[in-house]
């Protein structure tokens, strides 16, 4: 009897495993609506690869990298999280709330925002010339990160 229920533990313990297992695709139909419109709104490369993240077998997010090497995250409901580009590329400003745009023009001009993520309770921001800023939910800047 304690074999079995050991040897019934092993099989249902690898079946959990095997389902959490992550998947890595190229059709954006995998996608969530919402994340298929935000990259069609803001974003005229292509899909490279999309890695769909489980956990316990669950998706729990969508990573997107396009052909241009930018970098979107989205959560399981399509809304997107993360956005990375290269140097010489940036975020789109549709992506960018007006008061950040804003506080980014006056105190780095000129300097392209290459990274946005949406943290608990606001923003971090990622500029091309390597510094990083973060902001409160309503776009105030708080301070310079290291």
């Not at 690898?14 to 995998?30: M, P, Q, R």
Request: hydrophobic share 40%; charged share 25%; net charge negative.
């Amino acid at each position: 009897m304690k074999k079995f229920l050991l040897v019934l533990g092993m099989i249902i313990g690898l079946s959990a495993a095997a389902s959490a297992k992550d998947t890595y695709t190229h059709d954006a139909s995998v996608l969530p609506e919402a994340a298929r419109t935000t990259l069609a709104d803001n974003f005229k490369s292509d899909i490279s690869v999309i890695k769909v993240d489980k956990n316990l077998g669950r998706v729990s997010e969508y990573e997107v990298i396009l052909v241009d090497g930018t970098e979107i995250s989205f959560d399981r409901g399509g809304k997107w999280e993360n956005v990375e580009t290269s140097n010489a590329g940036s975020v789109p400003s549709s992506m960018i709330p007006k008061a950040i745009a804003d506080h980014v023009a006056k105190s780095q001009p000129g300097v392209n925002i290459v990274g946005i993520e949406k943290e608990h309770g606001g923003y971090d921001i990622e500029l091309a010339n390597g510094v990083e800023m973060r902001f409160d939910k309503n776009g105030n800047f708080r301070h310079y990160d290291d």
